[in-house]
């Protein structure tokens, strides 16, 4: 439960968890968080790394993905997913690394890191071409330090492209921000908003969204459901005591096109993360790194 299903260690000391460990087996005694955590734990790591090298040691070409990023507690990490075909032409995607990388992200270190992660399970002459994000630094470390065939992410890519295009509207989304944000901070804002949806045939779950700006998606969202949203919001701003200020019909407008043009865009990104996709567009770059070698 621990490895699978992301669980706590501390499930093995819940009271209510121990009692249904009991309803089911009596005679069964739970083992200790200090058991899990020093013994279980390790052994299940160890067990799953040997399988993974035994799966990649008969794989002829694989292809990687890299990407780094950083937590709220602005620690680093770097992930490294394998995708190969099996012997069954079957397309299979294994997680090789996930772990905190603390050096500096140059290229230099990050081509290391990678070399580090993947030697354990295969040498790089097998890699027919590593998938990364659009910064420089991990362009430089697959072309320049590690000599191998790169390939952008199609979904950064187009992330890039539509955040950049986003830019020619910026003053209207800045004006929807910061509606958003009084009723995100505000509880009177927020009640008034609850009880306008309530008393009309509106959906009464309905909350305003707030984007990132790193994820243009957020900014789709947040503009679908500022629309969705418009009659409440147009009628609630009045009670405010200090009001943003507040959209004209024009710029209304400009909400609906601004929605209309982004929603194809949104599509196809949760295309390109679907499996149905990944299955479809890795395969012929696996079939063509395995030709490559016969």
Not at 150 to 155: K, N
Not at 206 to 220: A, C, E, P, Q
Not at 286 to 292: A, D, E, S, T
């Amino acid at each position: 439960m621990v490895y699978k299903d992301l669980q706590p260690i501390s499930i093995v000391e819940n009271e209510g968890f121990r009692e249904y460990s009991k309803a089911l087996n009596p005679t069964y005694s739970l083992p200790s968080r200090k058991t899990v955590s020093k013994s279980l734990l390790p052994a299940a790591y160890e067990e799953k790394k040997n399988s993974l090298k035994n799966v990649l040691s008969a794989v002829q070409n694989i292809c990687l993905t890299v990407d780094c990023w950083s937590n709220q507690k602005a620690e680093s990490y770097m992930a490294v997913t394998g995708h190969f075909i099996d012997e069954h032409m079957q397309r299979k995607t294994v997680l090789i690394d996930c772990s905190i990388f603390d050096e500096r992200h140059s290229a230099k270190n990050i081509a290391e890191n990678i070399i580090h992660i993947c030697q354990p399970y295969f040498p790089m002459e097998k890699v027919s071409l590593i998938v990364t994000d659009n910064a420089k630094n991990m362009i430089n470390a697959v072309d320049s330090e590690l000599k191998l065939k790169h390939l952008g992410c199609i979904a950064h890519s187009l992330n890039l492209a539509v955040t950049n295009s986003l830019n020619e509207v910026n003053d209207l989304l800045t004006k929807i921000r910061d509606i958003v944000i009084v009723y995100r901070r505000s509880n009177i804002a927020a009640k008034n908003l609850r009880k306008y949806l309530c008393s009309s045939e509106e959906r009464k779950d309905l909350k305003v969204i707030l984007d990132v700006k790193t994820r243009w998606n957020s900014t789709f969202y947040m503009v679908k459901r500022f629309l969705e949203l418009k009659d409440a919001i147009r009628s609630t701003m009045g009670l405010m005591n200090d009001p943003p200020e507040a959209l004209d019909v024009p710029e209304w407008e400009s909400v609906q096109h601004l929605c209309d043009v982004l929603k194809p865009f949104e599509k196809v990104t949760c295309e390109l993360s679907s499996e149905k996709y990944l299955s479809a567009s890795m395969a012929p770059v696996l079939i063509g790194g395995l030709q490559k070698n016969l």
